[in-house]
């Protein structure tokens, strides 16, 4: 039975042999090459009007909205969004499907780029060539005016190729108290071992402080939640104008905690900051001081910072606005999630991180402004595979995957553990208060975790962000930080008595506001108008006020 089974399959194999087709070798190689070539063909037909790294639509239409494809040195790069989300080209990002409105359209138009790179210079010493040849003043270069009769000097502006960027971080020159970077921007001020390096927590909440927050505020910073050095537990928030209750604001400052400006109007239209010139964020943010150091009756020069809203920057004209309005700081500038984390820097050299994504309007110029840095979260409960890709999250009210308080707590404490075992850079909780109304249960679970590291830990300390800086200005030791005097400035409630005898309620009217009223609670006097973008005193309308 075997012997015929083997003859079978013998007679079988010489008849599939004697009809099958003898290639040689080499047409395979030949179709092989043509088959690449093909693919190269393909490549250079699809890209040769495109800008690199740009994605762009192979098929459009709106069934084919979330899928894109990008030119790379490796060939093409494709994305897919998630479901429900569409591709915004004009954004270069994922975004909800009901806001993108370019899905009929498969590319954005190429731009000119400027001609850095060639074998001979083009121009004469302090010029550059234009995309077209003409020979343009480097200094005009990303001024955001456009001076090349192609527009090519604005169209390649990036952190990294900005031809009047700011120079990489050299420490000779970059010293503190004024100046602090380092290549990474991950090693500790004054070359601290991470052991002997106080481990700092910022909170910050965003926007208006009014009775629909402060309730929370006064139940988180309770009086009884101490640092090791006995102070009170601080926070920093970030004040928007509309909706503010100033008087409320007083108060948060009177019991030690930071007070920073997060614009006047709050405008939602995210391109009104990322395309913002320099005057618009004068007004917003130096005139948002304005308004929380006359009517929150805070001392002058006591805003130090800002954060811009929906944390979208506004490139070099938002950092020479900031400079010349004597910021101290800003905190909106996001770096992405990266091991070890990074300390806060300075803005004299280059920043040391990507610009985060395509929502991002990073300066690419050198600035005196110090950068307190929002590092992303890893949104995960437990350490994973260090090869594995992870999106990081910046505000913790927008960590999708956080659901549960549980799951809150998880990520709280393995985001604490990144910090505190590796550089010990100062760890920030970014919030809205609007998440503990709507989600009581998380902030359960936010004073839990919070009690559990003060029981815990006798080197960390919940401080401010002017704090964070104090400590990096001179750095210390953690066995000098109980007595160190730049961290007991208003230590406890206890130690500035209030001064608010009478809590106004003004009713105020402002021209650019169409001439609506609007309420406003402070201790200071009622102004005649409505503080606003022109006239942050309220020194306008003679008959807008009212006393209730």
Known sequence: MK?????????????????????????????????????????????KDKNPGEFFRLVAGGAHCRDV??????????????????????????????????????????????LFNTKEPLCDEGYLACGDGQCVKKDLFCDEKPDCLDGSDENLCGPRTDPNRAENCDPEICRLPDCFCSPTSTKIP??????????????TFDDAVNSNNFDIYQRLFNGQR?????????????VSHKYTN?????????????????????????????????????????????IIEKFGRIPRGGVLGERAPLLRLGGNNMFAALEESEFLYDSSMVAPLQNPPLWPYTTYFAIPHACHGNFQKCPTRSYGVWEMVMNEFDPRELPGDSTEQVSGCVMLDSCTEIRTPDALYNVLTHNFI?????????????????????????????????????????????????????????????RDAVKFQGWRERCTALDTPSECQVSNTCVLENSALGGLR??????????????WLDDPTGSGLTDGADFL
């Open 69 to 114: 494809v990008a030119c790379t040195e490796g060939g093409l790069q494709a994305i897919r969004c998630p479901p429900g989300l569409a591709f915004d080209l004009d954004k270069q990002t994922c975004e909800w499907k009901n806001v993108v409105k370019n899905c009929n359209v498969k590319a954005r138009p190429k731009l000119a780029l400027p």
């Open 518 to 531: 609007q309420r406003m609670q402070t201790c200071a006097p009622c102004p005649n108008g409505f503080p």
């Open 3 to 47: 012997m015929k089974l083997f003859i079978s399959c013998l007679l079988l194999g010489t008849v599939l042999a004697d009809d099958l087709p003898i290639v040689d070798e080499s047409e395979i190689m030949l179709e092989r090459v043509k088959r690449q070539v093909s693919e190269e063909d393909i490549k250079g037909a699809l890209c």
């Open 418 to 478: 990144r910090h505190y075992e590796q550089n010990r850079a100062p760890m920030g909780l970014f919030m809205h208060a609007a998440w503990f109304n709507k989600s009581p249960e998380m902030l359960d679970a936010l004073e839990f975790w919070i009690d559990e590291i003060l029981a815990t830990y006798n080197n960390v300390y919940f401080v401010t962000m002017n704090d964070v800086l104090k400590f990096m200005q001179q750095p210390f030791p953690i």
């Open 226 to 238: 101490k640092n090791p050095n006995s102070c009170d537990i601080h926070g920093t928030f970030f």
């Open 246 to 290: 100033y008087s409320m604001v007083e108060e948060l400052y009177r019991v030690g905690h930071e007070i920073a400006t997060h614009s006047i109007t709050h405008n939602n239209d995210e391109s009104y900051w990322t395309d913002g010139d320099k005057e618009t964020w004068r007004k917003e943010m130096s005139g948002g001081r304005d």
């Open 190 to 203: 004054g070359a601290l071992a991470p052991s002997d390096t106080p481990q700092m927590v910022m909170i």
